[in-house]
């Protein structure tokens, strides 16, 4: 029987390495390994890694709040192969090609839930929590997350003007040209007409 997180990472279900005859499956809320000693080992320092469940569900693609997704069952197999048992293999970045243009670029530090999260949002390509990230590309992931971060805050300014003003916009792009160079020259002022006393 599938386990509910093999349907974000796909694979197939099973034991664990340990007890390869036990496929019992847990709800992922229960999942509670230490994981310090892991995260120290990949160099992971990620405060919002907090406990096994949430390095799981980061390690899905599942970057909600924790309780949102804790009643999905997990299988023995994928809790190791998503879980503490998981290693990166590759000594150089892992950022996506379609991205990151590169050949051979050394992995500087390894990917956090943040950066995971954001290459996901950037390249619809999950990037595992601990996967190595070069310097280059971990400055432009920064970057291009504050631009997108600054043009929601200006749609999100544009939306607080008042309603009336947002029916003018719109009403003024529903005339044709004619009739838009007709109303844009009733708000130009006219010129001060000099009259002369006698």
Request: aromatic letters at 6%; charged letters at 25%.
């Amino acid at each position: 029987m599938e386990c509910g997180y093999a349907r974000y990472v796909g694979g197939p279900c099973g034991g664990s390495q340990q007890s390869p005859h036990t496929r019992q499956c847990l709800r992922i809320a229960d999942c509670s390994k230490d994981i310090r000693d892991y995260l120290g080992f990949l160099k992971v320092g990620d405060p919002s890694i907090t406990s096994e469940a949430s390095l799981l569900l980061a390690r899905a693609g599942l970057f909600g709040p924790e309780e949102n997704h804790g009643n999905i069952t997990i299988c023995p197999r994928h809790r190791d192969s998503h879980g503490i048992r998981w290693r990166c293999n590759r000594r150089n970045c892992v950022c996506p090609a379609s991205w990151a243009v590169h050949g051979s670029v050394k992995a500087e530090r390894p990917i956090t839930k943040e950066q995971s999260e954001k290459l996901l949002n950037l390249t619809h390509v999950l990037v595992p929590v601990g996967s190595g990230i070069g310097t280059t590309y971990r400055k432009r992931l920064t970057a291009e997350s504050k631009r997108a971060e600054q043009s929601v805050g200006s749609r999100n300014t544009c939306r607080k003007c008042p309603q009336d003003v947002l029916d003018l916009c719109d009403s003024f792009l529903n005339l044709s040209i004619e009739e838009r160079d007709h109303s844009a020259s009733m708000f130009v002022p006219e010129e001060p007409t000099s009259s002369s006393t006698t």
